[in-house]
């Protein structure tokens, strides 16, 4: 498993992976979409394998259709989307429950997104 949270931003991973000789089999992220241009989604696949999968779990304002979702990613191939609100939503709730956290979350949609460059 490989963060890139060390790292300044996205593309400054991916510049050390390259110097390093890196390659993935698939690619993980949560909130992606929300925090990275699509020319450094574009630039994973000097990293990737071929056919390697992006797997993203991304929230939404309510307003953000499937089809939005695919116009945004249109520099990927096979892109399917799945809604998980309710699930995120469910684990949101029972997380701020057990910790006894008084705030109350924000209402977004969540998809499962998964995709290949």
Request: net charge negative; hydrophobic share 45%.
């Amino acid at each position: 498993m490989v963060r890139y949270g060390w790292n300044e931003n996205l593309d400054s991973a991916i510049d050390y992976w390259i110097r390093n000789g890196a390659s993935f089999d698939a690619f993980i992220a949560t909130e992606l979409l929300s925090s990275t241009e699509p020319t450094t989604i574009e630039r994973l696949s000097a990293v990737l394998k071929a056919d390697a999968p992006l797997l993203l779990l991304e929230p939404f304002d309510t307003d953000m259709t499937d089809e939005k979702i695919r116009e945004k990613l249109s520099c990927l191939r096979h892109v399917t989307v799945a809604d998980v609100t309710a699930v995120c939503q469910s684990a949101i709730l029972e997380y701020i429950e057990s910790y006894n956290l008084m705030e109350a979350p924000i209402v977004r949609q969540w998809r499962f997104i998964r995709a290949v460059l």
